[in-house]
């Protein structure tokens, strides 16, 4: 079993940055990707970025990419996701995702096995 945990979460204006970070403790040699997926209200849960954990392969949402960026922390087992020049229609619950094995449909949440309780963004006008 893997635990999951996002912090980092908050208030901000658009244009602002902000970064995430996702700590997975327990059974963390299973671990394949690490990913963030994001919920806003009234929508359904959408792919934002991932990052393998031994090819250190990243891949991002193209509504994000060029803004957002994601790294890894191999020795704490940590992911972050540095946000940059959010817009309003970003404001979403984020959720830091793990799965155990292979990169296939990576930005499908059903292919993810772990996942945290999410941080909150909101950007504001």
């Known amino acids: 079993q893997v635990q999951v945990v996002e912090s980092g979460g908050g208030l901000v204006q658009a244009g602002d940055s902000l970064r995430l970070s996702c700590v997975a403790s327990?059974?963390?040699?299973?671990?394949?990707?690490m990913g963030w997926f994001r919920q806003a209200p009234g929508k359904e849960r959408e792919f934002v970025g991932a990052?393998?954990?031994?090819?250190?392969?990243?891949y991002y949402a193209d509504s994000v990419k060029g803004r957002f960026t994601i790294s890894r922390d191999n020795a704490k087992t940590t992911v972050y996701l540095q946000m940059n020049s959010l817009k309003l229609e970003e404001t979403a619950v984020y959720y830091c995702?793990?799965?155990?094995?292979?990169?296939?449909?990576?930005?499908?949440?059903?292919?993810?096995?772990?996942w945290g309780q999410g941080t909150q963004v909101t950007v504001s006008s």
């Open positions: 327990g059974r963390t040699s299973s671990i394949f990707v």
């Open positions: 990052i393998t954990w031994k090819g250190d392969n990243t």
């Open positions: 995702a793990v799965r155990d094995g292979g990169v296939s449909a990576i930005r499908t949440p059903r292919t993810y096995n772990y």
